[in-house]
């Protein structure tokens, strides 16, 4: 049966200094030629994404703001937006909470309210009043924060977005809430007509949890934190130690060379 790998970037297939290693790019290149897809998903924007991917991968589609949308070949198929309305109560509302620097995600361009190099290292944003941006949709809003975000935040949203907290409580990534990696996987997989239980769905953080625990397999890295190796099927190696590659050649490809 033909299978779907969705692979997370930072922290999954991405070693430390977000580079690919060849023999992770052999193996997956491999599990590609038995007649297999491939799916990569990020937080990061397009502009962002295709960069960390190989080469030799760039074909295969991916997701991108944490499922907001999906390319392929830098073709939009897939989007899911917030409103300017529901952008501009999201940004009240964090600064309610005191957490004043602000982005926002508009047609793959970057607009903050602060200097965003401390928490997007190499990122380019546009310094701006935010509520003075002429814009209809929003993919993404992002709250930095200096001390961890309290969890307060994301019960008082709008009923039509939500948000994650990643990179260890200081950052809040908030999408539409149809948008999440997991939706966008099935959008996918169900126009390929690939099943649920031959999706294996690989990541390392809480953006990464929808997909691991409804994939017919969840393999968490083991740099995870204990949530999400918890909710997995499996855990494999670190990003570091290949552990993407390592978990395909042991129970992908093996069973494959069997058959």
């Known amino acids: 049966m033909e299978k779907l790998i969705v692979l997370d970037l930072d922290g999954t297939l991405l070693k430390k200094d977000k580079s690919v290693s060849q023999y992770s790019i052999n193996t997956l290149l491999k599990f590609k030629e038995n007649g297999n897809k491939i799916l990569f998903a990020t937080a990061r924007p397009p502009r962002d994404s295709y960069k960390y991917v190989p080469i030799e991968l760039r074909d295969n589609p991916i997701i991108c703001y944490n499922g907001a949308c999906i390319l392929q070949n830098d073709t939009l198929i897939y989007k899911k937006q ?45 310094i701006v009043t935010l509520e003075n941006i002429n814009f209809d949709k929003a993919y993404k809003v992002l709250i930095c924060s200096d001390i961890p975000i309290s969890q307060d935040l994301l019960r008082e949203l709008p009923n039509s977005c939500k948000g994650t907290i990643t990179d260890n409580g200081r950052l809040c990534q908030i999408v539409n809430s149809e948008a999440s990696k997991w939706n966008s996987v099935k959008s996918l997989s169900d126009k390929l007509n690939i099943d649920t239980k031959n999706i294996i769905a690989f990541g390392n953080d809480y953006n990464d949890l929808d997909m691991i625990k409804n994939a017919g397999i969840g393999v968490a890295m083991q740099n995870a934190g204990d949530d999400i190796k918890q909710a997995a099927d499996f855990v494999t190696d670190s990003n570091n130690d290949d552990g993407v590659a390592k978990y395909i050649e042991k129970n992908l490809l093996v069973f494959e060379k069997a058959l």
């Open 82 to 126: 917030l409103s300017k309305n529901v952008s501009l109560e999201i940004m009240k509302k964090a600064r309610s909470f005191g957490y004043n620097q602000i982005s926002i995600e508009i047609d793959d361009a970057l607009y903050s309210n602060f200097d965003t190099s401390t928490f997007f290292k190499g990122a380019k944003n546009k």
